[in-house]
């Protein structure tokens, strides 16, 4: 079903204005004048250090160099995704990291560097991915989980806000601010706050467990277990910055034209009809802005990650940008923070290229 | 005629020279008392003398020693500076820190306490007016009560002792007897349990070559020292995760594992019902970790001579004294302790100063410092959520390998 909204029949200056004849040599003067400072800034503040960072990954450079930088090549890379596979018997009284140790060892020095990450048994046979900076393929790994976590319950937490601040009541301003308010608060804030809520001895939430349940409720260590540290951030992330994408749902909330509801009624649709046919195809493009700059900005987390939990319980929580910025600046290491965060760059890229087209061709 | 000609030049000379030369001198802005103490110490240096006068430039501490780092990339760092010292050796190898020898050695400086000078690759660079020194802290009453002697310089809690007297608290009720403030990150870990390493005989590297951690941070004293930290979590006789700073000054621990940092605030909560007592020991005596704030000259400094005499101006008995009685803060000299009515011989906080004098250990001092303390803190962190322990410190070795590997030992 497609609706045809106002939105897209503004009118769009021709293409042939742009690349033409019109747009002839005398412009460019002006559009030298005009672009430049803007050039500049881009190129002063993007592009070089941009550059600057693609040098600096291709050497050993430390943030307080003695003497001058070696250039190592794509060492930094092969570090970054060095892995090896290898297979074992499967031993039931040892732990895989154990059997790795000693596997590692006694076949010195083709292991060395790398340190046990995961294990699959395959029947007698057990298979150790072991690899040369598991910290980051953690980090790579709960990225992904996180960005898998938090952007379907932040898109629909936003629109559920959106849906009930669209109609008109009493009390409906004061609503959308309440809403609103945790985007305008500082993500240190939120998440210094959220801490305390999510303590476990002592956090409003175990407290309120306890009061529903009785003295025998389960007193989860929301930030401490390394399966629910990463989902309770995601919680709180969503709930921090669904408020700015309720604003964009109601924008296009309101730019579906109130002729296709009255039709519908006049139809005989219910409510929920209405919302399936009319609300939401409506709002397909709204969803794809949505999606994207959701995803886009849930692949940079970072804030809550450092104030809560520092990348803990046992690496569930340490993100590439955490990962980057630790090795980068707090340990230096600048040459190999920069190899982290331009994977994280192409990365980023990648993915949203990606979803566009896929959400182009749902569009179509 | 020619000598008319010196004599006047050396008239002008001197005229020139009577208008004193600024140096700028930067500080991280910490609690009032020590900024006036600092403000003073200055003021008391250009009414001294005319040839320079020190101007103080104070930056948010949050952000200093990112601050610093940048201002020292752009060359544009000013004369006189503070750095924590385990930083030092870092800025000597890049080249930004004057070397403190030959004309530069400012008098004085043999007589401070280890904790009060800083070094790399056998030359000073830095000196420091106070230091601090970790302990035990706990409430006389309690410790009377629930049977348990004071631990003491000559006989101080051995590691198992002292973890048997926290299960026995716990046994009594006490549901996290000990505070260690375990969820600070950053240096904290490094400065407060690397020297339980030391005192089992390990340490974070090879301080004979600078240039291996292997079989020393990962060795098996080092995991000894891992299960115990380990257990102190898996027994809960630690809070993991601490709700505030307060547990042991409102009473809900009865041993707080921290510092003469804290001894003002603790004496203000608890009064004289407070002792201090000397860390665990974990076989070969309690060791305490050393080196907090210290001064240091740039490379591009224009007045090293004028910055030269402001160090030895800020370590004289005097000045230390001075400053040790605005901020409690302990001194680095013992003739400036004896001077003070709070560390002199017999004044609340000697302990501190004797257990400096018998038992610090200077963070290693080496530029590869802040990988070994970053990838320390993380195994601790990791052996505190449940980590194998042997497995943790293996990969803290791996990594400082890695980084040493990277850089060419870093200098050494």
Redesign the interface.
């Known amino acids: 079903m497609v609706v045809a909204t106002d939105a897209h029949a503004a009118p769009r200056p021709a293409p042939a204005s742009i690349t033409g004849g019109a747009f002839g040599r005398a412009a460019w003067r002006e559009v030298a004048v005009l672009a430049t400072p803007a050039l500049l800034l881009f190129g002063a503040f993007i592009v070089l250090p941009f550059v600057l960072a693609v040098a600096a990954s291709l050497s050993n450079a430390k943030l307080l160099q003695g003497g001058d930088p070696a250039w190592v090549g794509l060492a930094h890379y092969e570090r970054l995704f060095g892995v090896h596979l290898v297979s074992v018997d499967a031993v039931a009284d040892k732990t895989p990291m154990r059997q790795w140790r000693e596997l590692r060892r006694a076949s010195a020095p083709r292991h060395d560097d790398f340190q046990y990450l995961a294990s699959v048994d395959a029947g007698a046979r057990r298979w150790i991915v072991a690899a040369r900076d598991t910290q980051f393929l953690r980090a790579v790994a709960n990225t992904f989980w996180f960005v898998l976590l938090v952007v379907p319950l932040q898109t629909m937490l936003a629109l559920l806000m959106a849906l009930a601040v669209n109609r008109a009541y009493p009390g409906r301003t004061l609503l959308r601010t309440v809403f609103f308010a945790p985007v305008v608060t500082s993500m240190v804030v939120v998440s210094v706050v959220w801490g305390l809520l999510l303590h476990t001895d002592e956090g409003l939430i175990n407290r309120a467990l306890v009061a529903l349940f009785g003295a025998g409720a389960p007193q989860p260590d929301w930030l401490g277990d390394a399966r629910l540290a990463m989902p309770s951030i995601a919680m709180m992330s969503a709930w921090q910055g669904a408020g700015f994408q309720m604003l964009v749902f109601l924008a296009g909330l309101q730019s579906i034209p109130k002729e296709l509801y009255e039709a519908a009624q006049v139809e005989g649709a219910t409510r929920w009809q209405q919302f399936v046919h009319v609300t939401l195809p409506g709002l397909r493009r709204t969803f794809v802005f949505v999606l994207l700059a959701t995803t886009i900005a849930a692949f940079g987390l970072f804030t809550q990650v450092d104030v809560l939990t520092k990348g803990g319980p046992l690496d569930a929580t340490t993100t590439i940008m955490h990962r980057a910025v630790q090795v980068g600046v707090r340990d230096q290491d600048v040459a190999y923070g920069s190899a982290m965060a331009l994977v994280f760059f192409v990365l980023v890229l990648v993915l949203s290229l990606a979803q566009k087209r896929l959400l182009a061709r749902m569009d179509r | 005629m020619k000598r008319w000609l010196v004599l006047g030049l050396l008239a002008a000379a001197a005229t020139v020279s009577a208008q004193p030369r600024e140096l700028v001198m930067w500080r991280h802005d910490t609690g009032d008392a020590e900024m006036v103490a600092s403000a003073e110490a200055v003021a008391r240096f250009n009414a001294r003398q005319q040839r320079w006068r020190v101007r103080v430039e104070t930056l948010p501490q949050g952000s200093y020693p990112?601050a610093v780092?940048a201002s020292?990339?752009a060359g544009r760092l000013p004369c006189v500076l503070t750095l924590d010292q385990p930083t030092v050796p870092?800025?000597a190898?890049?080249?930004?820190i004057r070397a403190l020898e030959g004309p530069l050695r400012p008098a004085g400086v043999d007589a401070l306490i280890p904790g009060g000078r800083s070094g790399y690759a056998g030359k000073l660079y830095a000196v420091g007016q106070f230091d601090v020194a970790l302990a035990l802290f706990a409430r006389r009453s309690v410790l009377q009560r629930h049977g348990i002697r004071l631990a003491t310089v000559d006989a101080p809690y051995a590691a198992e002792e002292f973890r048997t007297i926290l299960r026995g608290l716990k046994a009594a009720g006490w549901r996290h007897p000990l505070d260690m403030h375990a969820d600070r990150?950053d240096e904290w870990p490094s400065y407060k349990y690397s020297p339980w390493l030391q005192s089992a005989g390990a340490d974070l590297i090879d301080r004979r070559t600078y240039r291996s951690a292997d079989g020393v941070i990962n060795g098996p004293a080092a995991v000894a020292v891992g299960r115990y930290f380990a257990s102190l979590f898996a027994e809960r006789l630690v809070?993991?995760?601490p709700?505030d700073d307060h547990l042991f000054t409102s009473g809900r621990a009865v041993f707080q594992y921290s510092g003469s940092f804290d001894m003002a605030e603790y004496r203000r909560l608890v009064g004289p019902d407070l002792v201090i007592l000397p860390p665990p020991d974990f076989g070969r005596g309690p060791r305490i970790g050393a080196g907090s704030w210290q001064w240091a000259i740039s490379a591009t400094c224009s007045e090293p001579e004028g910055a030269r005499a402001f160090l030895e101006h800020l370590i004289t008995v005097d000045e230390i004294a001075a400053f040790s009685r605005r901020t409690a803060l302990m001194p680095t000299l013992e003739a400036a302790a004896d001077r003070t009515e709070l560390y002199r011989p017999g004044g609340e906080g000697r302990a501190f100063f004797e257990f400096a004098r018998a038992w610090a250990v200077l963070r290693p001092e080496t530029?590869a410092y802040?990988?070994i303390s970053?990838a320390f803190a993380k195994a601790m962190?990791?052996i505190r959520?449940?980590?194998?322990v042997?497995?943790a410190l293996?990969?803290a070795a791996?990594t400082i390998?890695?980084?040493l590997e990277?850089?060419h030992g870093?200098?050494h």
Do not use: T, Y
Not at chain 2, 93 to 96: L, R, S, Y
């Open positions: 990112q780092v020292a990339l870092n800025f190898w890049a080249g930004h990150a809070s993991r995760k709700i530029p802040p990988v970053s962190r990791d959520d449940g980590a194998d042997q497995e293996d990969r791996d390998r890695a980084d990277r850089h870093c200098g």
